[in-house]
T-cell receptor
Framework: DAKTTQPPSMDCAEGRAANLPCNHSTISGNEYVYWYRQIHSQGPQYIIHGLKNNETNEMASLIITEDRKSSTLILPHATLRDTAVYYC??????????FGPGTRLSVLP | KAGVTQTPRYLIKTRGQQVTLSCSPI?????VSWYQQTPGQGLQFLFEYFSETQRNKGNFPGRFSGRQFSNSRSEMNVSTLELGDSALYLC?????????????FGDGTRLSIL
């Protein structure tokens, strides 16, 4: 079973920031937090990952709390193309992912 | 750079038949993983191959098998197909260079069992 908890769905207005929360209260010290998304009819797409520090790339930012029990994925300016299911996964490098049901993000015009 | 390629994209089979799905990873990637995605169970890990050896295996019956070739291409086989095997089968590849490299997924093979 997945070890993370995410809200089943969220809405966001186009052009606004989308903040997707994830709880991973049982995460261990050597487990990373990974984010993927899956747009309808496509395979999952890697977004970002982190261990302790906040991370940013061209797609998104990842904010991890100091106790590492939760994190937030931020899409700074959501577009209609960001409508997808977003998966938060915890795991150790080299082990395969356990996907939960994720959060279905709907970006509204 | 070409992405992960899965063939065929769609497949229809009947119960009791067997099927072979193919995955060509990104050039240079040595790890290939397979996942099954269904509306009821979500994305579930099947197995992972690295350097032609199965390295990890999920909780699926022995009817599900796979292999990897020396060029890192991989195939998975499902024998004695059941209605419940209808699913999207996804392949993912990664570099395995000693530090984390994200898994890159193909768009899957949609298998329908009649």
């Amino acid at each position: 079973d997945a070890k993370t908890t995410q809200p089943p769905s969220m809405d966001c207005a186009e052009g606004r920031a989308a903040n997707l929360p994830c709880n991973h209260s049982t995460i261990s010290g050597n487990e990373y937090v990974y984010w993927y998304r899956q747009i309808h009819s496509q395979g999952p797409q890697y977004i970002i990952h982190g261990l302790k520090n906040n991370e940013t790339n061209e797609m998104a930012s990842l904010i991890i709390t100091e106790d590492r029990k939760s994190s937030t994925l931020i899409l700074p300016h959501a577009t209609l193309r960001d409508t997808a299911v977003y998966y938060c996964i915890e795991g150790i490098y080299g082990q395969n992912f356990v996907f939960g049901p994720g959060t279905r993000l709907s970006v509204l015009p | 750079k070409a992405g992960v390629t899965q063939t065929p994209r769609y497949l229809i089979k009947t119960r009791g038949q067997q099927v072979t799905l193919s995955c060509s990873p990104i050039s240079g990637h040595r790890s290939v993983s397979w996942y099954q995605q269904t509306p009821g169970q979500g994305l579930q890990f099947l197995f992972e191959y690295f350097s032609e050896t199965q390295r990890n295996k999920g909780n699926f019956p022995g009817r599900f098998s796979g292999r990897q070739f020396s060029n890192s291409r991989s195939e998975m086989n499902v024998s004695t197909l059941e209605l419940g095997d209808s699913a999207l089968y996804l392949c993912a590849s990664s570099l395995e260079g000693g530090v984390f490299q994200p898994q890159h997924f193909g768009d899957g093979t949609r298998l329908s069992i009649l």
